[in-house]
């Protein structure tokens, strides 16, 4: 079985940093898309960010453009997110994904695979 575990969320002021990390475990494949999710109170679950197999091919909302950026060890089958300037609207529970394949903002294809979830507070 395919298990995604996440860690790396919790309480950060305006303009700090916070690294959300992904390992994926289990019955592991070559080849897959990672990225992450975020679903805001109210609001529907939006892609964030996504990578390649090999990193390079990424994709990131225009609302994190410039300030996030993903990231991926394939030797760890892991992919990280780096978080900096945060804003209270990047307020969330962050979702990590794993798809057999990708294109995920075309909506070509959709994650296989969901981690549980991981609360980020951004206070004012």
């Known amino acids: 079985q395919v298990q995604l575990v996440e860690s790396g969320g919790g309480l950060v002021q305006a303009g700090g940093s916070l690294r959300l990390s992904c390992a994926v475990s289990?019955?592991?494949?070559?080849?897959?898309?990672m990225g992450w999710f975020r679903q805001a109170p109210g609001k529907e679950r939006n892609l964030v960010a996504e990578?390649?197999?090999?990193?390079?091919?990424?994709y990131y909302a225009d609302s994190v453009k410039g300030r996030f950026t993903i990231s991926r060890e394939n030797a760890k089958n892991t992919v990280y997110l780096q978080m900096n300037s945060l804003k209270p609207e990047d307020t969330a529970v962050y979702y990590c994904?794993?798809?057999?394949?990708?294109?995920?903002?075309?909506?070509?294809?959709?994650?296989?695979?969901w981690g549980q979830g991981t609360q980020v507070t951004v206070s004012s």
């Open positions: 990578i390649s197999w090999t990193g390079s091919n990424t």
């Open positions: 994904a794993a798809g057999f394949s990708g294109n995920w903002a075309r909506e070509l294809y959709e994650p296989n695979y």
């Open positions: 289990g019955r592991t494949f070559n080849g897959y898309t």
